[in-house]
């Protein structure tokens, strides 16, 4: 391996181990929301450069997430397996040069419905077990919007600077998205997006950086949850 290459390997494997760092600590945050009464599904997605020490993990390969039912939306069964999706490919690494994050929040009759890891990284995947869940470190190739793990983080990590949609993401995921279903889930959709009413088609919501985007399907409507990105992302 070159340089090059090992230089390239060395940064993504560090990457890795932030962002698993960051999942053990959102973990820990919504635990403790909820267990202080609040409903709200709160996560974080870093970029900084650490290296996580200590807390050994498990590693193996999972074709798809486990059936919607304790608490997942849907699994990711069907999804995109390589082909090309709305100009979106799928390559063997991640890219870089257009790289931000965005989060997703979904509530069904006023409950939170998980949206899963692996959206956007087909199988064969290399699934690292936590405390904290599942993180998909891996996969056949990762799509330019992917998930890794099941806190709502949506990565965008292009070769090319355009604007994507949640529409996109949900084409990946091969779920339905629309004014009146999400993924499984039928009903009225009201959508948020930072923390302001989006009237339009959710399809149509953009993916922007720190986007905070909340769907609920059906009522009790849930208000628009707070979320925290960690500093420097």
């Given at each position: 391996m070159s340089s090059r290459q090992e230089e390239k390997e060395r940064r993504r494997q560090q990457r890795l181990a932030a962002e698993q760092a960051e999942h053990r600590a959102a973990s820990r945050r919504r635990r403790l929301r909820l267990g202080g009464g609040g409903a709200a599904v709160v996560a974080v997605a870093a970029v900084v450069v650490v290296i996580a020490a200590g807390g050994a993990t498990k590693h193996s390969t999972s074709s798809s997430t486990p059936p919607a039912g304790s608490g997942l939306l849907a699994s990711t069964g069907g999804e995109a397996s390589g082909a090309t999706v709305d100009g979106t490919q799928c390559q063997t690494s991640e890219q870089v040069l257009?790289?931000?994050?965005?989060?997703?929040?979904?509530?069904?009759?006023?409950?939170?419905?998980?949206?899963?890891?692996?959206?956007?990284?087909?199988?064969?995947?290399?699934?690292?077990?936590?405390?904290?869940?599942?993180?998909?470190a891996s996969g056949a190739c990762f799509y330019w919007l992917h998930s890794h793990t099941r806190d709502g983080i949506i990565h965008i990590e292009s070769p090319v600077q355009r604007t994507f949609?949640?529409?996109?993401?949900?084409?990946?995921?091969?779920?339905?998205?629309?004014?009146?279903?999400?993924?499984?889930?039928?009903?009225?959709?009201?959508?948020?997006?930072?923390?302001?009413?989006?009237s339009g088609d959710p399809r149509s919501i953009p993916l922007k950086a720190h986007a905070l985007i909340q769907l609920d399907i059906g009522t009790p409507l849930v208000p628009p949850a707070p979320f925290t990105f960690s500093p420097g992302l």
């Open positions: 257009f790289h931000i994050h965005a989060h997703l929040a979904v509530y069904l009759d006023g409950r939170p419905r998980l949206v899963p890891e692996g959206i956007g990284i087909p199988a064969p995947r290399q699934v690292e077990q936590t405390n904290d869940g599942p993180f998909v949609t949640l529409g996109n993401y949900f084409d990946l995921w091969k779920q339905p998205l629309s004014a009146s279903q999400v993924g499984p889930a039928k009903g009225h959709v009201a959508a948020y997006v930072n923390a302001k009413r989006f």
